[in-house]
């Protein structure tokens, strides 16, 4: 059986920046998201830097707007915690600051009845007598998701003490 590798077409300066224009389009992007597109299409640098501020000017790009429509999202839809979102924003290089103001949005009482929604959910799921195993193990699951250790706790204690 031979091996066919799908051969790359090269692709223009302009027929990239209209390509990303109806990506940007469709669907919200960050500067990060469109240079890897760039780079896959083996666009110069040059070329990189010139299409991407075209794409800021004509407000196709916003790493602000892109920010928060992604905290808001991640958090309602897959139920991450501040940490979880801020380590994914960081590595798609978006600048502290705005990761801060969009995390910073987040209703603390939603986001505090999140947890305890997911908490509650999880220790249905778990088969464990010991509480210090339980607790440990809805722990690491409010870890993995990204909420903050006190919180965490806190949300435990109380599910915890309700359990007995």
Known sequence: M???????????????????MF?????????????????????SSADQDQIIQTLIDEKFLNDERYTNFYVR???????????????HLK????????ISDAIDQLDER??????????????????EEDPYQLRAKLFRFAQGRGFESQISLQIIDKLISKKD
């Open 2 to 20: 031979m091996d066919y590798k799908r051969k790359k077409r090269e692709v223009s300066a302009e027929s990239a920046l209209s390509k990303v």
């Open 23 to 43: 990506i940007c389009s469709r669907q919200e992007k960050c500067c990060f998201d469109i240079r890897k597109k760039l780079c896959e299409w083996e666009i």
């Open 73 to 87: 999202d991640k958090f309602r839809f897959n139920r991450w915690g501040r940490i979880k979102i801020a380590h």
């Open 91 to 98: 590595q798609k290089q978006i600048p502290e600051y705005i």
């Open 110 to 127: 939603e986001y505090t009845q999140n947890l305890q929604d997911i908490l509650s959910s999880k220790i249905k799921s778990i088969r």
